[in-house]
């Protein structure tokens, strides 16, 4: 079965422009979260979303969206780059139901100059 | 403040030993524990995971304790072995019905050949 594919790996933006970056949850997984990365501030949790509707989201400003396609895709947006947007952004997906493991993909490098 | 800290950035073992690695949490409403394990430009992998009602699980030579009075997780490789050398993360979440994990900021653990 195939993971978790991310599009794309890396991604050079300037400030103040917006980005897009996209998630293929495994095959059969309905529930996709976005996490953050940084040196400094570590794993942080972005938002989740379920059944194209988001169901928790982390602490984070508005300038950071997502949504989820009918085919349990997700796309994430963030808009107005700031330099310290820069980070490696995840995404994970996870089985309905019970199961509490998220599978992760190979992330988003994104850098913002 | 961290809910989840890893106290140790690194730790370097023996080929053959065993690897230790440590978690502390603050939450005691936490209830279910995750470990992933990430290598260099690839997203994290699910290792293995404790629910609160337990204190130990093992899955081949990965073992994970859970002390809840002590609010500390352990996860124990036995025998380590060099491709274990990886950044490991604890992970945890609250509450049934919600699947937004807290991560630690990992220990980074060398098996040296």
């Known amino acids: 079965k195939a993971g978790v594919t991310q599009t794309p790996r890396y991604l050079i933006k300037t400030r103040g422009q917006q980005v897009t970056l996209s998630c293929s949850p495994i095959s059969g997984h309905r529930s996709v979260s976005w996490y953050q990365q940084t040196p400094g501030q570590g794993l942080q949790f972005l938002f989740e979303?379920?059944?194209?509707?988001?169901?928790n989201k982390g602490n984070f400003p508005g300038r950071f969206s997502g949504r989820q396609f009918s085919n349990s895709r997700s796309e994430m947006n963030v808009s107005t780059l700031e330099l310290g947007d820069s980070a490696l952004y995840l995404c994970?997906?996870?089985?309905?139901?019970?199961?509490?493991?998220?599978?992760f993909g190979p992330g988003t490098r994104l850098t913002v100059t | 403040d961290q809910q989840v800290k890893q106290n140790s950035p690194s730790l370097s073992v023996q080929e053959g030993r065993i690897s230790i690695l440590n978690c502390d949490y603050t939450n005691s409403m936490f209830d279910y524990f995750l470990w992933y394990k990430k290598y260099p430009a690839e997203g994290p992998t699910f290792l293995i995971s404790?629910?609160?009602?337990?204190d130990k699980n093992e899955d081949g030579r990965f073992t994970v304790f859970l002390n809840k009075s002590a609010k500390h997780l352990s996860l124990h490789i036995v025998p380590s072995q060099p491709g274990d050398s990886a950044v490991y993360f604890c992970?945890?979440?609250?509450?049934?019905?919600?699947?937004?994990?807290?991560f630690g900021k990992g220990t980074k653990l060398s098996v040296i050949p």
């Open positions: 979303y379920f059944s194209e509707t988001q169901r």
């Open positions: 994970a997906s996870r089985l309905a139901g019970v199961s509490y493991e998220q599978y």
């Open positions: 404790i629910s609160s009602i337990k």
């Open positions: 992970a945890t979440k609250i509450g049934a019905g919600s699947y937004q994990l807290t």
